[in-house]
Nanobody
């Protein structure tokens, strides 16, 4: 089992930047694919970015070129750099850890961190 703790959210003006961090407990972090999701009020949770155990990343079209996901296996941490923020990026951002096996997939979630983009 893994526990995830996000940090780094806050209030930022349009065009600004934030860096979210997600610290994972346990010694098996490198075996987990990691992802950042977000959920705005009244909307479904959506995948923002993901990174595989090998370091390959994938992004939602809405954030391509503005957000960057990275991981540091030595620090058991995944990051999300948010640049050129827009009001529509306002949401609670959740960290996800996924362990995929041959017959079962395990998902773990953090508690979320609020990102508000407003002038």
């Amino acid at each position: 089992q893994v526990q995830l703790v996000e940090s780094g959210g806050g209030l930022v003006q349009p065009g600004g930047s934030l860096r979210l961090s997600c610290a994972a407990s346990g010694s098996s972090f490198r075996f987990y694919a990691m992802g950042w999701y977000r959920q705005a009020p009244g909307k479904q949770r959506e995948l923002v970015a993901s990174i595989t155990t090998g370091g390959s990343s994938n992004y939602a079209d809405s954030v391509k070129g503005r957000f960057t996901i990275s991981r540091d296996n030595a620090q058991n941490t995944v990051y999300l750099q948010l640049n050129s923020l827009k009001p529509e990026d306002t949401a609670v951002y959740y960290c996800n850890a996924r362990l995929s096996g041959t017959t079962i997939t395990l998902d773990y979630w953090g508690q979320g961190t609020q990102v508000t983009v407003s002038s």
